[in-house]
């Protein structure tokens, strides 16, 4: 499919126009890098705790922050995730709050307390059913023996309860309750539960109106590794792609796509700090595609220019270039279009989840076209023009010693 019929457009000649704007787009990354003392890393890289709760109503984010300000977590984060109606908040506690192993379980269960006394601390010695696990409902249910199971042997009643418990734990975290049931009786649709196991669990248990959805607790240890094994895999990403080019193609041909590339990762990084975005392991799965999808597109538009290279060998370099480009125009807009609706798709309908994985897809595939026509190809035709001006001196330099020596 061609968009294009022969376009002329003078790509090389337009050079300066984007290679300026990848200045200042390099240059307002860094800095804001060096205003925020670096990126804001997320629980993978720094390290800490992160809480994903789940509350019956739309909580106050206000009134959490005081609350948990009085466990001592005065630099929490809260930030709310997925639909409006899902009532979803995400806790995550920075490093210093968490610098140590017992400082991070501390402050798991600062985060649990703060919650219980704000959103249904129950009577004392009361269980909160939706936040209980598998394991503490059926040493209830055990215990009580509403089913009457003592008289066929322990190992029975533990092992019919125990798969109550689950059950029941497993219906109140599917959807539509996704961890919240407001009434016992909703238990009665859980195959096994009768009238006396509902009195047991009012008798026994509360219903509060938050549950704990996820936690993640990650060691500053284990943060800072990731963060140096993620550089590493870029690295070794890059340098893999040069080592290729440079064989299937020539060195220059590698350096200028290494650099281009090298050109996006940073751009795209760069776009994380002023909008506040945190650094994730996702994060780092999309410049590694990133890599593979930029490289891509430069390989297509060197392949061509080589190509033309050996049909027109007397033709300027710098025009046959263009020419190059202008080829593969109709493919670039194609498959690079294509690529951007998708990875736009994922950004504004695929959820919090995949929104960094998405944002840095989104801004690497603009930033990964524009710099195979724009930074990779002029660093290809410079070089081309030093090379050729040094080859022309040395046989000018040759053609005067040959002809002084004809002189003597």
């Given at each position: 499919m061609e968009f294009f019929h022969e376009p002329k457009i003078d790509?090389?000649?337009?050079?300066w126009y984007f290679i300026t704007l990848s200045l200042i787009l390099l240059a307002t990354g860094m800095i804001s890098i060096a205003i925020h003392h670096g990126l804001i890393y997320g629980i993978d890289f720094r390290g800490g705790t992160v809480v994903t709760v789940k509350f019956s109503k739309a909580p106050n984010l206000?009134?959490?922050?005081?609350?948990?300000?009085?466990?001592?977590?005065?630099d929490a984060t809260l930030q709310r995730i997925g639909a409006p109606d899902d009532h979803e908040v995400i806790i995550s506690l920075n490093l210093r709050e968490t610098s140590s192993t017992e400082a991070l379980d501390a402050g798991k269960r600062a985060i649990l307390t703060g919650l219980s006394n704000l959103y249904g601390k129950g009577p004392?010695?009361?269980?909160?059913?939706?936040?209980?696990?598998?394991q503490a409902v059926g040493d209830h249910l055990l215990a009580a023996d509403p089913l009457g199971l003592a008289a066929k042997g322990l190992d029975t009643a533990t092992a019919t309860y125990r798969?109550?418990?689950?059950?029941?734990?497993?219906?109140?975290?599917?959807?539509?309750?996704?961890?919240l049931i407001s009434d016992f009786q909703q238990l009665t649709s859980v195959p096994?539960?009768?009238?006396?196991?509902?009195?047991?669990?009012q008798k026994d248990f509360y219903l509060s109106g938050f549950a704990i959805r996820n936690t993640e607790i990650v060691g500053p240890k284990v943060g800072k590794d990731l963060r140096r094994q993620a550089l590493y895999v870029i690295l070794a990403g890059l340098g893999a792609m040069l080592v290729y080019i440079w064989f299937r193609f020539e060195l220059i041909y590698g350096v200028a796509a290494g650099v281009a590339t090298f050109h996006d990762v940073l751009i795209t990084l760069g776009f994380f700090s002023p909008l506040l975005t945190e650094l994730i392991l996702k994060v780092i799965s999309a410049l590694l595609t990133l890599v593979g999808s930029s490289m891509n597109d430069t390989i297509v538009v060197f392949d061509r220019i080589r190509e033309n290279v050996r049909l027109n060998k007397r033709e300027n370099y710098r025009d046959l270039v263009d020419r190059s480009i202008n080829q593969t125009l109709s493919r670039t807009i194609l498959t690079s279009g294509l690529t951007f609706l998708v990875v736009l798709s994922l950004f504004v309908f695929g959820g919090e989840v995949i929104h960094g994985f998405a944002f840095a897809l989104v801004v690497g595939v603009i930033v990964g076209t524009y710099s195979s026509i724009f930074i990779a190809s002029p660093i290809v035709v410079y070089f081309h023009r030093r090379i050729s001006k040094t080859g022309a001196k040395a046989k000018v330099r040759t053609y005067e010693r040959e002809a002084a020596t004809a002189r003597r």
């Open positions: 790509w090389m000649g337009k050079k206000d009134e959490v922050r005081h609350q948990l300000d009085r466990e001592n977590l005065r004392e010695g009361k269980v909160d059913f939706n936040n209980a696990s598998p798969d109550l418990a689950e059950a029941m734990v497993k219906f109140r975290n599917s959807p539509p309750q996704s961890g096994g539960v009768t009238p006396a196991v509902v009195s047991l669990m």
